[in-house]
């Protein structure tokens, strides 16, 4: 389906994975949909198919709307660094094989990079995203045409079994993957591809209910996110004529309406819907930093944006960074300021 998986990588890939004993799956810091959805899914086609011993270890916590997949994937397999980093490295030092999934290299998953890189294992890495680290990897399936993380493992495993009968594939291998594909693109909204569409066809020929997986991503928020998005969207929504959108989220905010993590998820992409906003910016107060989550329309570059003036990267119309204090800005009054210089400065090298 994609460039990237060849006979001759899925042959290697199915070797590596016929000798696996003990593997850890990983994935980058603050999981989100594809994150959770693809690395889930490769632990429970290792553990059910492979019968390897598979752990997924994660940086820190993922959403609670997730928690779904890995409760259908791969129960009893999750280790947080964050909770117990002991345990993490421990296992990361015995396993024979590292797989990382929805990330560009292991410089994303944080407190276990450095055990990761010494660790004496075959580490294979499955991703989509740009520039990907491919010196710290034995095999690496890169492919940044293609929707999501999830979507490349689909068909990775599909090329694996020798046939294009997604039935054949577990079906909460399959729930994992089409969720962590939805909320990539999402809900098929942007970056999408005809192999995305041919993937979900093949899904729901599988059986998948297509409408179960939506409900559970989608309709099970906490009355608190729907208000803190009324809030932002009154209160906090900035436009400048340079056709940026953006919305700062102060630290008193996000504990005053109780806001976990994920609950902010897809609130950068409203702004888009207004014809004159060609990028959009949503900044959270962090310790010591703010997250940045960008957008933007086809013909202005998230990905150059991120990349330029907010540490970070992704894709081209959607990517994150950081902005730190005091090495960005001296303190957190200066965000607005900041992010209303640089996009100007932004659009007039553009045009």
Not at 136 to 157: G, K, M, Q, R
Not at 251 to 260: N, Q, S
Not at 336 to 350: C, G, K, L, N, Q
Request: with cysteine; net charge negative.
């Amino acid at each position: 389906m994609t460039g990237t998986i060849t006979d001759d990588k899925t042959r290697k890939l199915g070797k590596m994975l016929e000798d696996a004993r003990r593997v850890a799956v990983v994935t980058h810091t603050r999981p989100d949909g594809d994150a959770i959805g693809s690395s889930s899914a490769m632990a429970c086609w290792l553990s059910g198919t492979c019968g390897s011993e598979v752990r997924l270890l994660l940086p820190n916590a993922m959403p609670d709307f997730l928690g779904f997949i890995t409760e259908e994937c791969c129960p009893g397999l999750v280790m947080r660094y964050d909770r117990e980093p002991d345990e993490v490295l421990r296992w990361i030092a015995s396993c024979d094989t590292v797989i990382c999934l929805d990330a560009s290299g292991f410089n994303r998953v944080e407190g276990m990079q450095e055990a990761l890189r010494a660790a004496d294992a075959r580490k294979i890495l499955i991703d989509h995203h740009l520039d990907p680290h491919s010196e710290d990897f034995d095999l690496v399936f890169s492919e940044t045409s293609i929707s999501s993380a999830s979507e490349l493992l689909f068909w990775i495993l599909l090329s694996m079994t020798g046939t294009d009968d997604a039935g054949r594939l577990p079906m909460p291998v399959l729930r994992a993957l089409l969720a962590g594909m939805t909320t990539d693109t999402n809900n098929f909204a942007n970056s999408v591809f005809p192999g995305t569409f041919e993937m979900a066809s093949k899904m729901l020929e599988a059986g998948v209910d297509r409408d179960g997986v939506l409900s559970a991503l989608y309709d099970r928020c906490r009355e608190n996110r729907l208000r803190m998005t009324g809030h932002l969207l009154k209160d906090k929504l900035r436009i400048l004529s340079n056709g940026t959108a953006y919305i700062v989220v102060r630290a008193e905010e996000l504990a005053e309406y109780d806001i976990r993590e994920g609950e902010l998820e897809g609130i950068v992409n409203i702004p888009l819907t207004l014809e004159k906003v060609r990028l959009s910016i949503l900044m959270r107060e962090d310790s010591g930093f703010f997250r940045a989550s960008l957008r933007s329309k086809r013909g202005t570059s998230a990905f150059s944006l991120a990349e330029r003036y907010f540490n970070g990267g992704g894709h081209e119309q959607a990517s994150g960074g950081r902005l730190y204090i005091p090495a960005d800005i001296e303190d957190a009054s200066q965000v607005e300021a900041y992010v209303e210089r640089v996009t100007d400065v932004f659009f007039a090298s553009e045009n």
